[in-house]
């Protein structure tokens, strides 16, 4: 029996040896996140002891539950004398090289995740999973080197089947005699210390609860976090989201008094004893451009923050330029969320994004007709309503979803390349048409049309793998000051400018199209982008400031002008209600959002990563700092409190109980 302790005891040592050594791998992982450190990153030495100490302790945290696991099973030779450690070491051999397998996919995917998002993993990675998988396999292929990464997989499981052969399947004896009582006592030593590891020390609360940031920069706030946890978290996220169980009225502050919330959201000061009275608008009785057709474009990942380096050499805006001189665009406006149809849903059913869910088109609301959509509001107005997407109807099922939204129809890629005639080999990047064809359809159906119509349009380009045609020789030469910026892969970076010079180019171009055009008298086209996912490639000088800013840019029919104010903060809840204050005579409407031209109430913008922006600036949601800034926070919450009691209150019926 004592040679048998022993052995165990043998194991003991081994299961510290590969704890400090997993440890330390993911310690020097956490280091390659340094890669992608902004170039105004600051931090004091003892910030950045805290970040990284903070890390190994979460890791440590990790690994201790691996271990849990290998400690039961062990053990389990004390008591089932058949069992031979022959056979346990054998179990335990492949239960590590399973678990530390799983390991590196995590950590490796949470730095792939950072290096395009600019954020730890969070329940995005299940939109990503969600995206289409060829197009996915197309950018793996053409952005990043797999013969390497598959010789790095190769080195880092040979490593490892070394590791646990020489730790597991070779450990030694303790070289100790030891009877039934040391062994228990060392036994009880090292669960208690696996359940301290585990917990990350004394306090009230294990580690992997806390939220606290241990330094002012948010990089390293970010590095201090361990990849496991967060894709723990997120996971836990994604099941509840799936089954709608987040309550942000709670959340918000709201429970128990709903009718605050939408009085906050109304901004009128009235009270009505109906709840959805208080966000029933509406347009004026003599809409300025009534009947004219509406053309909503948003632009993927169009962001604002590479235009300030715009020059004659850096010429980014190419032939959108002059339109953005000339027209109005509303240069303070932040997107919704950070993910395409995160943004693309709540801007066409007039709410918010709600933080940590999946899209309303693949959750247990894909069948439900909310009476609130955009399209529905324009058709009982008299209008041809169209849903046009670039790519493929079956991406984030946007083709059933959208269907169900007042769309009279639903159009996608393949309907682009019929209708123009096209070659596929040709007019195809991997995740649909160039975008220079989806203006050209958008051109032919207005030319065509004989009523007036309500097209929404989602381009594709600007996308990784940051494919344009061969046509298109521009390559904007990238300023000192901007390279300083990237954070990288400095050739895909090149990349994805061209793509962005394209994207920009081509939505010009059909400015210009529109204008030369009959259509220049009786269209209005506003363009706005999803989100800004170019922040995961580059650095700024004020990333709260900065990092979420897209553009909100409207074309009036006929060359039209009217007073506003570029630097009116906003996001993408306020997109429908300016234009159908702007098109729409005497029709009511339902919105959280406001009106961009209306001076008289209290303009945001709300990204649900957190960052507000108020009249006087932007910030943290949870950090106001300012009058203005607080009552836009406040604002936040109840539209959030809101948006998340009407869609759930049209949950049952499958449609709007206001139909």
Known sequence: MRARLSQILGLYRSFLVLMGL??????????????????????????????F??????????????????FLITFALVFIRSLSVKTVKRVLYIYF????????????????????????????IFGVIDDDTAALWEIAKKNYNLFAAAVLAALYLFFLRYVLKRAILDARDAGISVGTKGFAAISFLFAAALFLIIRGGFGMFPIYHWTRDVAADRFLNQISKNGVYLFVEALKQYRKSKKDEIDFVKISGFEGKIEEAFKTVSQRGEDFGDLWRYIERKSPQKAPFEGSNVVLVMVESFGMPLLKYQSEQFDILGSLKHHFKEDILFENFIST???????????????????????????????????????????RAGYKTIFLYGGDLSWRNVGNFFSKQGFDYVWGKSKILKELSLEPEKSVHDWGVFDEYLYSFILKTLSEAKEPLFIFAMTTNNHPPYTVPEHFKKEPEI??????????????????????????DAAGDFLDRIKSSDLFRNTLVAITADNNTIEGMMSYEDYIKESKKIPFYIFL???????????????HEDIMPTLYNLTLSGVRYYAIGEDMFDPDLLHCGFNDKG???????????????????????KLYKASLAVTDFIVKSQLKKGVGEKE
């Open 22 to 51: 997993f440890a330390l791998l993911m310690s020097l992982f956490r280091l390659l996140f340094f890669l992608y450190r902004p170039s105004n990153s600051e931090g004091s030495l003892e910030e950045y002891f805290s970040a």
């Open 53 to 70: 100490l903070l890390g190994i302790r979460l890791d440590l945290s990790s690994l201790g539950y691996i271990f849990a696991v290998a």
């Open 97 to 124: 090289f399973l678990a530390f397998s799983l390991l590196a996919i995590l950590l490796v995917s949470d730095l792939l995740f950072f290096s395009y998002f600019g954020e730890r993993v969070n329940i995005m």
């Open 337 to 379: 969320s950070n993910g395409t149809i995160a943004s693309m849903e709540p801007t066409l059913l007039n709410i918010i994004s709600r933080p940590s869910t999946l899209p309303y088109g693949q959750s247990v609301y894909q069948n439900v007709s909310f009476v609130q959509a955009a399209a529905k509001v324009f058709k």
């Open 479 to 504: 300023p000192p000051s901007l390279q300083k910026r990237i954070r990288g892969d400095a050739k895909l970076f090149r990349k994805r400018i061209k793509d962005y010079a394209y994207a920009l």
């Open 557 to 571: 029919p006929g060359g039209a002008k009217l007073s506003y104010d570029s630097m009116t903060p906003g996001s």
């Open 611 to 633: 960052i507000g922006v108020a009249p006087d600036g932007s910030f943290l949601l949870k950090e106001p700092k300012t009058g203005l800034q607080k009552r836009c926070a």
